[in-house]
């Protein structure tokens, strides 16, 4: 059995105010986003890039913003709507954790979609620019999952199982999921999409493999992730909410890879 690493959730405070890993983790996921979405955008023949720096950089910023907007409202609507509605305050409250990749995912759509329209850029093509870049991100959030000890894998007898510092998880052994997540949804997927985009590809083809590789790597690791304790297993014991919100992923996924596999012309600038 490995021993967790008792990290302070918190950096530093200085009055009412503290500097928390949490929020420090999502700070590095959009830096990361920002600066392999800056060299994307400078070689648009290699990347098949529908905007050059100055437009990926103002459509950065609708895209941070649809992130923590509905990665938030995800994880309230998804996870805990009961809970929300009679604590609405608590909706505000996310230095307590509680953020939702699929939610996440919805807002940047939309927040993509706007931005697109607006200047008239392909919505597929945006989102085959923007699919390599996401994998980071969900890296250095997971991080911030395990430093914050929230969610934490079911038991195990493996050598590599971490006994979780809240009484929530109890004294038993766990997966410690969230490093799984890491590395598969983070650094994998990521090699994956990189790889796979650095050559012309059809409208749609890169996007639709970044959500069937997180929809089938999401629910792979979900096997190992004790599902939420309001929530439970669903569908008769045996799925978990996780799983079933990344069903419609891996069918779009799959569809979108499918019609783009045969197109391969260049997007103009």
């Known amino acids: ?3 967790y690493p008792q990290i302070d959730p918190v950096i530093f405070s200085i009055g009412p105010l503290a500097v928390r890993w949490y929020g420090l983790t999502y700070m590095a996921g959009f830096l990361a986003t920002w600066i392999l979405g800056n060299y994307r955008a400078g070689r648009p023949e290699r ?5 050059n720096r100055a437009q990926f950089d103002d459509i950065m910023i609708w895209g941070i913003i649809g ?4 990665a938030r409202l995800g994880y309230v609507l998804f996870y805990k709507p009961l809970f929300y509605l009679e604590y609405p305050k608590e909706i505000l409250a996310v230095w307590h954790g509680g953020m939702s990749f699929h939610g996440g995912l919805l807002g940047v759509l939309l927040a993509l979609w706007l931005a697109g329209r607006k200047r008239k850029v392909d919505f597929l093509r945006a989102l085959d620019f923007f699919a390599p870049l996401v994998p980071p991100g969900l890296f250095f959030g997971r991080i911030g999952n395990f430093i914050n000890a929230e969610l934490w894998g079911r038991h195990t007898d493996a050598a590599w199982g971490m006994v979780f510092p809240v009484p929530e998880a109890g004294p038993f052994p766990r997966h410690p999921s969230q490093l799984y997540e890491a590395f598969l949804e983070g650094l ?5 999409l990189w790889v796979f985009s650095s050559r012309p590809r059809g409208r749609g083809a890169v996007c639709g493999l970044g959500l069937l590789g997180y929809g089938l790597l999401r629910l792979f690791a979900e096997f190992f992730r004790e599902p939420d304790r309001h929530l439970g297993f669903i569908f008769g014991g045996v799925a978990t909410m996780g799983m079933l919100l990344c069903l419609p992923m891996i069918l779009m996924g799959a569809l979108l890879l499918w019609r783009g596999r045969a197109s391969t012309i260049p997007c103009p600038r």
């Open 188 to 192: 994998l997927l990521f090699a994956v």
């Open 67 to 70: 992130l923590i907007l509905g």
């Open 47 to 51: 990347f098949q890039s529908p905007f």
């Open 1 to 3: 059995m490995l021993t």
